[in-house]
């Protein structure tokens, strides 16, 4: 049995640390914590994370498929549409201008799906303060940020349990932070437009 320091998902939290501190410091994802935040900002940042999924879930699902998730129920596109239609707003207009992240096999799939799947860890904290912020819930505006509810820490747990089982059967645990480091640098440069 490898040590914890050596599996997959010990690797990947402590090679990406810096991109996902870089990541946490962007002004428009701080002020997701904000009791001043306008619902205007709230529609901006709803709007980056639409685009970020367009972009990547359907691939990154797609090269996932037989590792033993539910990829069906943590799509995160559904929960985006939920929320901009109880608020109101209609679905953005997407207009790609490439990806910036290459996803053409399982290593690069689950280095995003590592990405995907940890913000719903810290989605739960912005859920919290959206509920104060802006009264918003998971049947009203948030269902992005409460994503699974109590579910969350299980279906993380399971996703970990995924990439260590992936690396021990030859998994590439490099290509996987690779990836991880360019989906956190892309969502990073979105916010800041």
Avoid at 13 to 32: F, M, N, V, Y
Wanted: hydrophobic share 40%; proline share 3%.
């Amino acid at each position: 049995m490898p040590s914890t320091d050596t599996l997959a998902s010990s690797q990947l939290k402590q090679q990406t640390a810096s991109a996902h501190r870089g990541l946490d410091t962007q002004p428009l994802l701080r002020e997701l914590l904000s009791p001043q935040l306008t619902l205007a900002r709230y529609v901006e940042a709803l709007t980056v994370f639409y685009g970020f999924y367009s972009d990547y879930e359907t691939l990154t699902m797609h090269h996932c498929a037989g590792l033993g998730l539910d990829l069906q129920a943590r799509r995160k596109l559904p929960l985006l549409e939920r929320d901009f239609a109880a608020l109101g707003t209609s679905l953005p207009i997407r207009q790609s201008a490439g990806l910036g992240v290459a996803i053409a096999d399982q290593d690069q799939a689950l280095g995003m799906l590592y990405v995907m799947e940890g913000s719903t860890l810290g989605g739960q904290v912005i859920a919290r303060s959206l509920s104060r912020s802006l009264g918003l819930t998971e049947t009203h505006g948030a269902a992005y940020f409460h994503s699974y509810g109590s579910a969350v820490v299980p279906r993380w747990q399971e996703t970990q349990a995924a990439l260590n089982a992936f690396q021990a059967n030859g998994g590439s645990v490099q290509q996987m932070v690779v990836t991880a480091i360019s989906a956190f640098a892309d969502l990073e440069s979105r916010l800041k437009h």
